[in-house]
Protein backbone atom coordinates (compact mmCIF):
# COMPACT_ATOMS: atom_id res chain seq x y z
CA UNK A 1 0.00 0.00 0.00
CA UNK A 2 1.98 3.17 -1.20
CA UNK A 3 1.79 6.71 -0.08
CA UNK A 4 2.92 9.44 2.11
CA UNK A 5 2.55 9.19 5.84
CA UNK A 6 2.66 12.44 7.76
CA UNK A 7 2.29 11.94 11.41
CA UNK A 8 0.74 12.85 13.82
CA UNK A 9 -2.22 14.68 12.53
CA UNK A 10 -2.47 17.00 15.60
CA UNK A 11 0.43 18.52 17.18
CA UNK A 12 0.29 20.98 20.09
CA UNK A 13 3.64 22.34 21.44
CA UNK A 14 4.39 25.32 24.15
CA UNK A 15 5.96 28.13 22.47
CA UNK A 16 9.57 28.98 22.00
CA UNK A 17 9.89 24.87 21.15
CA UNK A 18 11.29 23.72 18.53
CA UNK A 19 9.21 20.64 16.88
CA UNK A 20 9.28 18.05 13.69
CA UNK A 21 6.93 17.15 11.33
CA UNK A 22 7.91 13.50 10.40
CA UNK A 23 6.96 12.93 6.64
CA UNK A 24 7.45 9.60 4.50
CA UNK A 25 6.68 8.20 1.22
CA UNK A 26 7.28 4.47 0.17
CA UNK A 27 6.41 5.21 -3.68
CA UNK A 28 10.04 5.52 -4.66
CA UNK A 29 9.57 9.49 -5.85
CA UNK A 30 12.74 11.86 -6.27
CA UNK A 31 10.98 14.98 -5.37
CA UNK A 32 9.59 15.94 -1.60
CA UNK A 33 7.80 19.42 -0.13
CA UNK A 34 6.83 21.10 2.21
CA UNK A 35 3.69 23.18 2.43
CA UNK A 36 2.11 25.58 4.78
CA UNK A 37 -1.05 26.30 4.70
CA UNK A 38 -3.53 29.31 6.90
CA UNK A 39 -6.80 29.05 7.06
CA UNK A 40 -9.02 29.89 3.90
CA UNK A 41 -5.97 30.70 2.18
CA UNK A 42 -3.65 28.45 -0.29
CA UNK A 43 -0.54 26.43 -0.11
CA UNK A 44 2.79 28.07 0.58
CA UNK A 45 5.63 26.41 -0.27
CA UNK A 46 8.38 25.80 2.22
CA UNK A 47 11.23 23.80 1.31
CA UNK A 48 11.72 21.11 -1.26
CA UNK A 49 14.08 18.67 -2.27
CA UNK A 50 14.65 16.88 -6.01
CA UNK A 51 17.11 14.45 -4.39
CA UNK A 52 18.50 12.66 -1.57
CA UNK A 53 20.88 15.03 0.28
CA UNK A 54 19.47 18.45 -1.46
CA UNK A 55 17.14 20.84 -0.46
CA UNK A 56 16.02 24.25 -2.04
CA UNK A 57 13.98 26.77 -0.26
CA UNK A 58 10.46 28.00 -0.56
CA UNK A 59 8.77 31.05 -0.29
CA UNK A 60 8.56 31.28 3.11
CA UNK A 61 11.52 29.03 4.53
CA UNK A 62 12.24 31.29 7.51
CA UNK A 63 11.85 29.80 10.93
CA UNK A 64 11.76 26.52 9.13
CA UNK A 65 14.56 23.69 8.49
CA UNK A 66 14.80 20.29 6.76
CA UNK A 67 17.14 17.52 5.99
CA UNK A 68 16.65 14.80 3.44
CA UNK A 69 19.06 12.00 4.31
CA UNK A 70 16.66 9.55 2.87
CA UNK A 71 14.87 9.20 -0.34
CA UNK A 72 11.82 7.88 1.55
CA UNK A 73 12.26 10.80 4.70
CA UNK A 74 11.68 14.85 4.26
CA UNK A 75 11.19 16.06 8.06
CA UNK A 76 10.12 19.06 8.07
CA UNK A 77 11.15 21.24 11.69
CA UNK A 78 9.72 24.25 13.28
CA UNK A 79 11.72 26.34 14.88
CA UNK A 80 10.82 28.88 18.03
CA UNK A 81 12.09 31.22 15.57
CA UNK A 82 9.13 30.87 13.25
CA UNK A 83 6.76 33.75 14.42
CA UNK A 84 3.64 32.45 13.59
CA UNK A 85 3.75 28.50 13.59
CA UNK A 86 0.16 27.48 14.26
CA UNK A 87 -1.20 26.21 11.00
CA UNK A 88 -1.70 23.15 8.49
CA UNK A 89 1.85 21.70 6.65
CA UNK A 90 1.25 19.12 4.16
CA UNK A 91 4.12 17.28 2.86
CA UNK A 92 4.23 16.30 -0.89
CA UNK A 93 6.30 14.03 -2.99
CA UNK A 94 6.75 13.31 -6.84
CA UNK A 95 7.86 11.30 -9.33
CA UNK A 96 9.17 13.38 -12.20
CA UNK A 97 8.97 13.87 -15.24
CA UNK A 98 6.53 13.11 -17.68
CA UNK A 99 4.04 12.41 -15.48
CA UNK A 100 5.08 14.83 -12.76
CA UNK A 101 1.87 15.57 -10.54
CA UNK A 102 2.31 15.56 -6.44
CA UNK A 103 1.33 13.30 -4.63
CA UNK A 104 -0.16 14.79 -0.78
CA UNK A 105 0.21 13.38 2.34
CA UNK A 106 -2.72 13.55 4.81
CA UNK A 107 -1.26 16.57 6.57
CA UNK A 108 -0.31 17.79 10.53
CA UNK A 109 -2.11 20.85 12.00
CA UNK A 110 0.40 22.40 14.10
CA UNK A 111 -0.88 24.41 17.25
CA UNK A 112 1.49 26.63 19.63
CA UNK A 113 -0.20 28.45 22.38
CA UNK B 1 7.41 31.73 -12.11
CA UNK B 2 4.23 32.30 -14.19
CA UNK B 3 1.09 33.81 -12.32
CA UNK B 4 -2.21 32.28 -12.15
CA UNK B 5 -5.68 34.41 -11.56
CA UNK B 6 -8.49 32.43 -10.81
CA UNK B 7 -12.32 33.37 -9.63
CA UNK B 8 -12.31 33.12 -5.89
CA UNK B 9 -15.18 31.14 -5.44
CA UNK B 10 -18.41 29.97 -7.97
CA UNK B 11 -21.87 28.53 -6.93
CA UNK B 12 -23.19 25.65 -9.12
CA UNK B 13 -26.26 23.36 -8.77
CA UNK B 14 -26.03 19.21 -8.86
CA UNK B 15 -25.79 17.76 -12.55
CA UNK B 16 -24.53 21.35 -13.87
CA UNK B 17 -21.31 21.58 -16.78
CA UNK B 18 -18.83 23.90 -14.14
CA UNK B 19 -15.58 25.76 -16.07
CA UNK B 20 -13.18 26.82 -14.15
CA UNK B 21 -11.42 29.40 -16.08
CA UNK B 22 -7.28 30.19 -14.84
CA UNK B 23 -5.42 33.08 -16.64
CA UNK B 24 -1.71 32.45 -16.53
CA UNK B 25 -0.47 35.80 -19.16
CA UNK B 26 2.90 34.90 -18.64
CA UNK B 27 3.11 31.32 -19.07
CA UNK B 28 6.66 30.21 -20.86
CA UNK B 29 7.45 27.92 -23.34
CA UNK B 30 8.18 25.27 -21.17
CA UNK B 31 5.52 25.06 -18.41
CA UNK B 32 2.48 22.85 -18.04
CA UNK B 33 -0.85 23.77 -16.72
CA UNK B 34 -1.86 21.37 -13.86
CA UNK B 35 -4.88 21.67 -11.72
CA UNK B 36 -5.52 20.43 -8.22
CA UNK B 37 -8.36 19.59 -5.93
CA UNK B 38 -8.78 20.10 -2.15
CA UNK B 39 -11.09 19.37 0.38
CA UNK B 40 -11.17 20.84 3.86
CA UNK B 41 -7.82 19.24 6.08
CA UNK B 42 -6.80 17.49 3.47
CA UNK B 43 -4.17 17.08 0.83
CA UNK B 44 -4.44 18.64 -2.91
CA UNK B 45 -5.24 15.67 -5.01
CA UNK B 46 -4.07 15.84 -8.96
CA UNK B 47 -7.65 16.36 -11.38
CA UNK B 48 -5.47 16.73 -14.28
CA UNK B 49 -2.49 18.62 -16.50
CA UNK B 50 -1.96 19.73 -19.81
CA UNK B 51 0.22 21.51 -22.34
CA UNK B 52 -2.26 22.69 -25.41
CA UNK B 53 -5.16 22.02 -26.96
CA UNK B 54 -7.65 19.48 -25.16
CA UNK B 55 -7.18 17.13 -22.29
CA UNK B 56 -9.64 14.95 -21.31
CA UNK B 57 -9.69 12.19 -18.14
CA UNK B 58 -12.43 10.23 -16.04
CA UNK B 59 -12.96 13.15 -13.87
CA UNK B 60 -12.28 16.29 -15.66
CA UNK B 61 -11.50 18.40 -19.09
CA UNK B 62 -9.03 21.07 -19.34
CA UNK B 63 -9.27 23.36 -22.41
CA UNK B 64 -6.35 25.40 -23.24
CA UNK B 65 -6.24 27.77 -26.43
CA UNK B 66 -3.75 28.37 -28.81
CA UNK B 67 -1.90 31.54 -27.10
CA UNK B 68 -2.14 29.61 -24.05
CA UNK B 69 -2.61 32.70 -21.92
CA UNK B 70 -5.41 31.00 -20.23
CA UNK B 71 -6.95 27.60 -19.50
CA UNK B 72 -10.31 26.23 -18.39
CA UNK B 73 -11.16 23.40 -15.88
CA UNK B 74 -14.46 21.56 -16.93
CA UNK B 75 -16.33 19.62 -14.95
CA UNK B 76 -18.99 17.62 -15.91
CA UNK B 77 -22.35 17.04 -14.08
CA UNK B 78 -21.07 18.11 -10.62
CA UNK B 79 -21.94 16.67 -7.26
CA UNK B 80 -22.09 17.58 -3.96
CA UNK B 81 -18.71 15.65 -3.43
CA UNK B 82 -17.58 18.53 -5.96
CA UNK B 83 -17.54 21.35 -3.49
CA UNK B 84 -13.98 22.10 -2.85
CA UNK B 85 -10.87 24.11 -3.64
CA UNK B 86 -9.37 24.01 -7.42
CA UNK B 87 -6.17 24.84 -8.08
CA UNK B 88 -4.52 26.69 -11.16
CA UNK B 89 -0.78 25.91 -11.76
CA UNK B 90 1.75 26.71 -14.40
CA UNK B 91 5.32 25.79 -14.45
CA UNK B 92 7.89 23.81 -15.23
CA UNK B 93 6.33 20.41 -13.86
CA UNK B 94 7.86 19.19 -17.33
CA UNK B 95 11.58 19.02 -16.11
CA UNK B 96 11.06 19.26 -12.35
CA UNK B 97 13.74 22.10 -11.87
CA UNK B 98 11.20 24.23 -10.62
CA UNK B 99 8.43 24.13 -7.73
CA UNK B 100 5.15 25.22 -8.15
CA UNK B 101 2.99 28.12 -6.34
CA UNK B 102 -0.73 27.25 -5.30
CA UNK B 103 -2.27 30.33 -5.13
CA UNK B 104 -5.47 30.63 -3.35
CA UNK B 105 -7.82 28.72 -5.28
CA UNK B 106 -11.21 29.15 -6.75
CA UNK B 107 -13.67 27.64 -3.93
CA UNK B 108 -17.14 25.34 -5.71
CA UNK B 109 -19.64 25.52 -3.85
CA UNK B 110 -22.27 22.44 -5.47
CA UNK B 111 -25.72 22.91 -3.85
CA UNK B 112 -28.71 19.96 -4.39
Known amino acids: DGGITQSPKYLFRKEGQNVTLSCEQNLNHDAMYWYRQDPGQGLRLIYY???????QKGDIAEGYSVSREKKESFPLTVTSAQKNPTAFYLCASRRGPPLSEQYFGPGTRLTVT | LAKTTQPISMDSYEGQEVNITCSHNNIATNDYITWYQQFPSQGPRFIIQ???TKVTNEVASLFIPADRKSSTLSLPRVSLSDTAVYYCLVGDEGTGRRALTFGSGTRLQVQP
Open chain 1, 49 to 55: SQIVNDF
Open chain 2, 50 to 52: GYK
